[in-house]
């Protein structure tokens, strides 16, 4: 098996490169987003963009949480509000509000002072997805990589907003396998979500697709296996996962 990296590697896609090349997997990195002639390969790990490139041209199937997962769930696994909305709508927000793409970076995610500091209309469809969310601070975040509706790793990846990786807590780990009980059918079998703590009480961050997630302090065999999962080929895609296929139409 052959997993693709893309041009530039972060030091977290350097670990899974390592556990990759440890399992006996073949690791092809590309010089840009073109697929040479010839080239095989069943699993990749690198951005939205590099994927939407290459995973059409050699069956790869990336999953990721619907675009409206993280405002469906209940208020009190988010503690904030939270909508999903195009892009035309939320130009109209007159208040502060923690806006960002549910699946990708177009739109930077940050804290907007209001709708009219988003990218305008010759920047991006109107259509466009956006989610709103309330402004809060988080105390202690968490990164799952999730297999099968359990925790397979993890770490903690920030404190206060601030860059901290470090181990995955005992009460981080058991938040995170109460939600996959309550939410896990809402998701792909292979995926990342970020929790952490509001005011003390527990909240999901956002959900990520694990073939774009760094793994910080994660264990990165364990990450890798969620990787392998969450983009192989197409043929090998489970029917509870077909929903969760990226769609071709998001292809660069």
């Known amino acids: 098996m052959t997993l693709l990296l893309p041009p530039r590697l972060t030091a977290s896609a350097r670990a899974v490169r390592a556990a990759a090349r440890q399992c006996g997997l073949r690791t092809v990195q590309l010089a ?3 697929v040479p002639p010839g080239l095989r390969a069943r699993h990749l790990h690198a ?3 590099f994927a939407d490139a290459v995973a059409p041209r050699l069956g790869i199937a990336p999953l990721e949480a619907p675009p409206d ?3 469906r769930l209940p208020r009190e696994c988010t503690r904030r509000e939270i909508r999903t909305m195009p892009i035309h709508e939320a130009y109209r927000l007159r208040r502060p509000a923690f806006i960002k793409s549910p699946n990708d970076k177009g739109i930077p995610a940050r804290v907007y002072a209001d709708g009219s500091r988003l990218p305008g209309p ?5 259509d466009t997805l956006v989610l709103v ?3 809060v601070e988080f105390t202690a975040e968490y990164r799952l990589h999730l297999l099968d509706g359990r925790v397979h790793t993890g770490s903690r990846y920030a404190e206060h907003g601030r860059l901290a990786p470090g181990p995955l807590s005992p009460e981080a780990a058991a938040h995170g396998a109460g939600l996959l009980a309550g939410y896990g059918h809402t998701l792909p079998s292979a995926i990342v979500v970020d929790i952490g703590l ?3 009480e527990w909240a999901v961050v956002e959900a990520n697709a694990a073939w774009a997630s760094g793994i910080y302090t994660a264990d990165p065999d364990r990450s890798l296996e969620v990787v392998l999962r969450a983009a192989g080929p197409r043929e090998a895609v489970a029917e509870r996962d077909r ?3 990226r769609p071709p139409q998001q292809a660069a």
């Open 198 to 200: 509001v005011r003390g």
């Open 243 to 245: 929903p969760y296929v």
């Open 69 to 71: 997962w993280l405002s």
């Open 32 to 34: 840009d987003f073109t």
């Open 122 to 126: 010759d920047a991006v469809e109107p």
């Open 133 to 135: 969310s309330d402004v």
């Open 47 to 49: 951005g939205p963009g």
